[in-house]
């Protein structure tokens, strides 16, 4: 399941490569995709895996960027 979820104060294009390459490595993350200039996260995973992932994916992405959140609705 491909899942898009926006991005808040994500500041540099260099950060979201970084937390893009962080995100791929989460077990059960078939693909990852963090587009700087859409302010977007896109994960493709199975669907009983997700909430687990986004919790590891914010994890990564305040390590690299501490104001950054993924805004899930």
């Known amino acids: ?3 898009t979820y926006k ?3 994500l500041d540099c294009a260099n950060c979201a490569a970084k937390m ?3 995100i791929r490595k989460i077990p059960g ?8 200039l859409t302010q977007k996260l896109t ?3 199975n669907e009983e895996d997700l ?3 986004l919790r590891e994916a914010q994890k990564i992405c305040k390590k690299i960027e501490p104001d950054c959140r993924i805004l899930v609705k």
């Open 7 to 9: 991005l808040e104060e």
């Open 20 to 22: 893009e390459a962080g």
């Open 29 to 36: 993350v078939e693909s990852a995709t963090v587009s700087f």
């Open 51 to 53: 909430e687990q992932i």
């Open 43 to 45: 994960i493709e995973a």
């Open 1 to 3: 399941m491909k899942q």
